[in-house]
């Protein structure tokens, strides 16, 4: 016990000798150590009688916790997800501390802090009766603990069953967490669980204060049973007796993390809790890989192929626009729609998938592009603050009063936001109530309450929005639904996109005829005349879905190979070149491709460029084992970039 390993936050892949002065095991605590010239705050993993290095070692500096915050187990876990994700181990342990553990705070300083958990209370007269398809897939997700795939179309009451399911876990005295998308969902479910479950809900997500999250932390702990409703980072809760996670909206790419630890939070609910834990996905659209190993038999598909009560699926109509006149991006005809619609007293709902006004903003008289420096994007127009901002970084600049490169003051935009629909339909309808929801309008809880409200109205309504508008909102009285510019999407060569793109219109399509009144989606188009669309009709995701998955199987692509991208970021284009060129040949196998290296579809984030390498094989273990080596040969050589990653399961190559 002479000396410790202590993970520290810090992109080096290994854990740090230290000498342990207290005379005391202090594995799985917390500890405030010395590291080049900074103070760090590591966990300590293992101790050692004796030390051989040749580095002097110096003393920890001060122990923060008097029982360990990491037990083995724990302690095991993250080792394994460090290995899974070939990721520095201090930095994963880091993921799983909250804020206030981050810092210099002992246990003693925390322990005026208590978590009050309550008595289980739940209010049995707020569960609606099941159908007898409900009831089957009840009784099919009890009937094991497999991994299951509720996959049903939207409105077919798939939070109910698993409202029902989670009612029977906390009367066996366990806890359930329920992960969900987006932060701005977080108020809506909250409403609707409290309904049934009153005080036993809690929340957590990155909108809430370090102390409102720690004290989740500590009622995680507790050994009550609870409900945790989250998002993507409540997987990293120490969570007692947890019998069940919920993934719901399971396809969506926020679960998987998309800078620094590229986690997915549906891997890490494997690798955390094994089999001891229920798992179910839930989605009208599940993504190709869960769909696959449904179909592969490795998880159990739970099927629900007709809405509750009297709603109607949506008829999608292709709308195509060439050479059509356009008023913000919609044509003539469906603004009469619009028009109608809203004289009817129902609702309609506009989808573009672009915040902002206009995502280009140019000089007339020499063609200057307002591109910002931060990030290699065109920084996009926003109208009502008078902005230039990057959508990448969120940085904005005022708007120049004349042009950097020739002078002159003659400037216009091209492209379309949802800020300028939202301006050309108050034109066109000056009286009808007209609501933007978009990242830029849902910042703050303020603002996400508000917009949940207007959801919930039932009054006449225009909502012009992104993607936002399409993640699993009960919208009440939404009988028009325009969808604008998706084809780029459907139809590029970015098979991510091309997933996402198909998963976002079914999902926009179903927010509408939830009340049984008839409806219309329009898909406006300029290649309305594409095979694709002939399947996206029908409004059948799983058509679809086996669309693209027979494409892939063709071209030998994800899920049916493994692929793994090698994403790095530098200052220096030559010297991230350069380090890629040589993973690449280091890389180069039997059994492996590799290709690239590429630049990033955003070559350059944060004044910092980016590329990356693809490399693919029909052995996974063999990759995997080559990375490995790969990861290991690069720390030792000590390499002159020092901000890369590996990334498993990648959802897109930025
Ligand atoms: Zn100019
Ligand atoms: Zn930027």
New binding site residues.
């Given amino acids: 016990m002479n000396f410790v390993d202590v993970a520290v936050p810090s992109p080096l892949r290994s854990t740090f000798t230290y000498k342990n002065n207290t005379g005391k095991n202090l594995i799985g605590r917390r500890v405030l150590v010395e590291f080049g010239r900074r103070k760090l705050i590591g966990v300590v993993t293992a101790d050692r009688d004796d030390y051989k290095g040749e580095y002097k070692i110096k003393d920890i500096l001060q122990t923060l916790d008097h029982y360990p915050t990491f037990n083995n187990t724990q302690l095991l876990t993250i080792k394994k997800i460090s290995d899974h994700y070939m990721h520095p181990i201090g930095v994963v342990l880091e993921a799983f501390l909250p804020t206030m553990l981050r810092k210099t705070k002992t246990q003693l300083d925390l322990s005026k802090y208590s978590s009050g958990v309550c008595d289980l209370d739940i209010n049995d007269s707020n569960f609606h009766e099941l159908t007898a398809d409900q009831e089957s897939c009840l009784k099919k997700i009890k009937g094991n603990d497999r991994e299951s795939l509720l996959f049903g179309v939207t409105s077919s009451g798939k939070t109910e069953i698993y409202k029902h399911y989670i009612k029977s876990l906390l009367q066996e005295g366990k806890s359930a967490l329920v992960l969900v998308p987006e932060i701005f969902l977080t108020p809506q479910i909250h409403d609707d669980f409290k309904k049934n479950f009153n005080n036993s809900v809690y929340i957590h997500h990155s909108g809430l204060t370090e102390l409102q999250r720690f004290k989740i932390w500590l009622a995680a702990q507790d050994n009550k049973p609870k409900i945790i409703i989250g998002t993507r980072s409540a997987i990293f809760l120490p969570i007692k007796n947890l019998g069940a996670i919920i993934f719901d909206e399971e396809h969506d790419q926020s679960y998987k993390q998309q800078d620094g630890f590229r986690y997915d939070a549906r891997t890490l609910a494997k690798i955390i809790y094994g089999n001891d834990v229920k798992i179910i996905y839930s989605s009208a659209t599940p993504s190709l890989n869960t769909l696959q190993s449904s179909k592969d038999n490795v998880i159990e598909r739970l099927s629900l192929k007709k809405r509750i009560s009297k709603s109607k699926m949506p008829k999608i109509e292709v709308h195509p626009i060439n050479k059509k006149n356009l008023i913000g991006g919609i044509s003539d005809e469906l603004i009469d729609e619009i028009k109608k619609n809203d004289e009817m007293g129902n609702q309609t709902l506009i989808l573009l998938n672009r915040r902002g006004y206009a995502p280009v903003f140019l000089c007339n008289s020499c063609g200057w592009i307002a591109k ?1 420096n ?2 290699d994007t065109s920084l996009v127009l926003h109208q009502g603050v008078r902005r230039l901002k ?1 959508h ?2 969120e ?1 904005a600049w005022g708007i120049p009063e004349c042009c950097p490169s020739c002078g002159a003051s003659d400037f216009s935009y091209k492209g379309i936001g949802t800020q300028q629909v939202e301006e050309a339909i108050k034109n066109i309808l000056p009286k009808a109530e007209v609501i933007r929801i978009d990242r830029d309008s849902v910042s703050g809880k303020a603002r996400r309450d508000k917009s949940s409200l207007m959801i919930k109205d039932i009054e006449p309504k225009i909502f012009v929005g992104t993607q936002l508008l399409a993640k699993g909102h009960d919208f009440k009285k939404i009988t028009l639904i325009i969808i604008l510019n998706l084809d780029f999407g459907l139809f590029g060569a970015d098979i991510h996109l091309q997933e996402q793109t198909a998963q976002l219109l079914i999902q926009v399509a179903g927010r509408a005829g939830r009340t049984g009144m008839d409806n219309k989606v329009y898909l406006q188009t300029r290649v309305a005349d594409h095979p694709m669309f002939n399947l996206i009709k029908t409004g059948d995701y799983e058509l679809v879905a086996n669309e693209i998955l027979k494409e892939r199987k063709k071209l030998d692509l994800s899920p049916y190979i493994d692929v793994v991208y090698l994403k790095a970021e530098d200052a220096n284009q030559a010297r991230l070149r350069k380090f890629l060129v040589e993973a690449k040949k280091y890389l180069s196998k039997e059994h492996l491709e590799v290709y690239g290296p590429f630049e990033a579809p955003i070559t350059k ?2 004044y910092k460029h980016r590329m990356f390498c693809i490399i693919q094989s029909s052995k996974k273990e063999i990759m995997l084992k080559a990375l490995d080596d790969f990861v290991s040969h690069s720390d030792k050589q000590k390499k002159e970039i020092s901000n890369w990653v590996v990334d498993i399961d990648p959802i897109n190559a930025s």
């Fill in positions: 910002s931060c990030c990057c990448r970084c940085s984030v944060g």
